[in-house]
T-cell receptor, first 116, second 113 residues
Framework: DTGVSQDPRHKITKRGQNVTFRCDPI?????LYWYRQTLGQGPEFLTY????????KSRLLSDRFSAERPKGSFSTLEIQRTEQGDSAMYLC??????????????FGPGTRLTVL | GENVEQHPSTLSVQEGDSAVIKCTYS??????FPWYKQELGKRPQLIID???NVGEKKDQRIAVTLNKTAKHFSLHITETQPEDSAVYFC????????????WGAGTKLIIKP
């Protein structure tokens, strides 16, 4: 499968625990995005990377959230001390960006987080 | 920065009729406008997009129109079918935010048999 993959697909955790999600983008894509989506809402931007550099992080994002893309390929999103309000679908997307290249974002299947 | 508004939030149409979803954007320098479809429990997928140097683009039953002066763009689906039922998201690429897409809130399209 040459699309975007995410692991795990589902995660159930207790409040206060830490969780980590992984995203593997399409291999030649230089940009990787993390979004959060709750039922009935559009994707909410969390952060994105250009290669290994984290270029922007949402101002609404709690400092309990951190993301890395150490080698410019896969990325991890960690949530520390989870809260019930963190329950959502976490989507990863990747794209190829350049001056003359359209940046269609290809989404992964998402990781559904449930915090009890 | 860019802001995208999408209407309506829910649209119910009879099978076979047309559906139109509208979006407005605020950044006149935005130049790329994709539309994504998200079926229940699935990931968003690109269905059509348009660049600012084009006024209309069509792909079978789906078309997108862009009015740069008014800063709005619309998705048109003709001869709607049950499989068109989904949530549709518009987005705009803001030139001042490094190619980042700004998303609309989504339209839930319901096709009535």
């Amino acid at each position: 499968d040459t699309g975007v993959s995410q692991d795990p697909r589902h995660k159930i955790t207790k409040r206060g625990q830490n969780v980590t999600f992984r995203c593997d983008p399409i291999s030649e894509h230089n940009r990787l995005y993390w979004y959060r989506q709750t039922l009935g809402q559009g994707p909410e931007f969390l952060t994105y990377f250009q290669n290994e550099a984290q270029l922007e992080k949402s101002r609404l994002l709690s400092d309990r959230f951190s993301a890395e893309r150490p080698k410019g390929s896969f990325s991890t999103l960690e949530i520390q001390r989870t809260e019930q309000g963190d329950s959502a679908m976490y989507l990863c997307a990747s794209s190829l960006v350049g001056q003359s290249i359209d940046n269609e974002q290809f989404f992964g299947p998402g990781t559904r987080l449930t915090v009890l | 920065g860019e802001n995208v508004e999408q209407h309506p939030s829910t649209l119910s149409v009879q099978e076979g009729d047309s559906a139109v979803i509208k979006c407005t954007y605020s950044d006149s320098a935005s130049n790329y406008f994709p539309w994504y479809k998200q079926e229940l429990g699935k990931r968003p997928q690109l269905i059509i997009d348009i660049r600012s140097n084009v006024g209309e683009k069509k792909d079978q039953r789906i078309a997108v129109t862009l009015n740069k002066t008014a800063k709005h763009f619309s998705l048109h689906i003709t001869e709607t079918q049950p499989e068109d039922s989904a949530v549709y998201f518009c987005a705009a690429r803001a030139m001042d935010s490094n190619y980042q897409l700004i998303w609309g809130a989504g339209t839930k399209l319901i096709i009535k048999p």
